[in-house]
């Protein structure tokens, strides 16, 4: 069975800070790992990992992939109060098909 | 462009009774998927269709869950007498194509069983 786990489960920081979400997981016949952002309702894309070492940036955020210690990196640097939102990892193995597995998510909220 | 669409955007039922929720695929898009998400938990995949191939139900909790979709479009996910804790907000995503590539989620539905 294929499992996500992210750490930590919630933080709290000002405007300004960094943070770092954590993301391990084990997937059969892993192929690639995606972070969303959960703001109200619809999770929306921000990244997709699949090759080990290789910083994916968009902005303030970028992603990491480490395919040999099974984890994954996100990085919010500058934080905003517009960050605040559940990021969510989500692997995928061809072993499930091609269903997300997501992890339970980091709640995120940022102070002015 | 358009994006992932769902109706109704919430649902209060009564408990026994039935629902029917749709979800409007970004066109083009040939898998689509729907999640359910319960207050404070993470997304549980439900059902998974990819063009005119028998769906991935694996993820259905029960038999009272069905879903539907025709080619590459409008997909209705249907719930049977339906429980409280059937209760969540219910999201589909669409993508282009199946191995590895980004979903787009939709604006959820949001179901409220009384």
């Known amino acids: 069975e294929d499992k996500v786990v992210q750490s930590p489960l919630s933080l709290v920081v000002h405007e300004g800070d960094t943070v770092t979400l954590n993301c391990s997981y084990e997937?059969?016949?892993?192929?690639?790992l995606l972070w969303y952002k959960q703001e109200k309702k619809a999770p929306t894309f921000l990244f997709m990992l699949?090759?080990?070492?290789i910083e994916k940036k968009s902005g303030r955020l970028s992603s990491i992939l480490d395919k040999k210690e099974l984890f994954s990196i996100l990085n919010i640097t500058a934080t905003q109060t517009g960050d605040s939102a559940i990021y969510l990892c989500?692997?995928?193995?061809?072993?499930?098909?091609?269903?997300?597995?997501f992890g339970g998510g980091t709640r995120v909220l940022v102070k002015p | 462009g358009a994006g992932v669409s769902q109706s109704p955007s919430n649902k209060v039922t009564e408990k026994g009774k039935d629902v029917e929720l749709r979800c409007d695929p970004i066109?083009?898009?040939?898998?689509l998927y729907w999640y359910r998400q319960r207050l404070g938990q993470g997304l549980e995949f439900l059902i998974y269709?990819?063009?005119?191939?028998?769906?991935?139900k694996s993820g259905l909790p029960s038999d009272r869950f069905s879903a539907e979709r025709t080619g590459e479009s409008v997909s209705t996910l249907t719930i049977q007498r339906t429980q409280q804790e059937d209760s969540a907000v219910y999201l589909c995503?669409?993508?282009?194509?199946?191995?590895?590539?980004?979903?787009?989620f939709g604006p959820g539905t949001r179901l409220t069983v009384t």
């Open positions: 066109s083009g898009h040939t898998a």
């Open positions: 995503a669409s993508s282009p194509r199946t191995v590895g590539y980004e979903q787009y």
């Open positions: 699949t090759s080990s070492g």
């Open positions: 997937v059969t016949n892993f192929r690639s």
């Open positions: 989500a692997p995928l193995g061809s072993a499930a098909g091609n269903k997300l597995t």
């Open positions: 269709f990819q063009g005119n191939s028998a769906p991935d």
